[in-house]
């Protein structure tokens, strides 16, 4: 037996013990080898290396199936890339929006009290006494 018959057996196999069908399995990888990856190497939350990650594994996953079968399967490999893909994606879309938003809303904050100090300077200086002759 070759290595990408036992491969789709072992996969056959999760699919059969963990009573799920084959496309939330594809949806609990993609999430799994997302969180893997980030505990493992320490990486922050949205990370694109994550990302990466799940995507080679993924296309390692279908290149084995189209060994195995024979021939591209378009549909499935589509459908397969897209729930494997779909969560940790929405994830790092998630995180680097509400970053990009955080340094934003930072950078008012700070050109704000830049601002109200420049005020308050010349306002000092306005009510300071002039001592010109």
């Known amino acids: 037996m070759d290595f ?7 996969k056959e196999a999760l699919v059969a013990a963990m009573g799920q069908s084959h496309a939330l399995m594809h949806v609990h990888a993609g999430l799994a080898i997302y969180v893997l990856f980030q505990l493992v190497w320490g990486t922050r939350r949205g990370s694109v290396p994550a990302l990466l990650c799940v995507f080679f594994f993924e296309a390692f996953n279908e290149v084995c199936d189209r060994l195995f079968y ?64």
């Open 70 to 133: 024979g021939s591209w399967r378009g549909g499935d490999t589509l459908r397969d890339v897209l729930l494997t893909m779909l969560w940790p994606s929405v994830l790092v879309a998630t995180s680097h929006l509400r970053r990009w938003s955080w340094n934003r809303r930072a950078r008012r904050l700070r050109e704000g009290q830049m601002l109200s100090a420049q005020v308050a300077h010349r306002a000092a200086r306005a009510a300071a006494p002039s001592f010109t002759a």
């Open 4 to 10: 990408f018959s036992q491969y789709h057996e072992l």
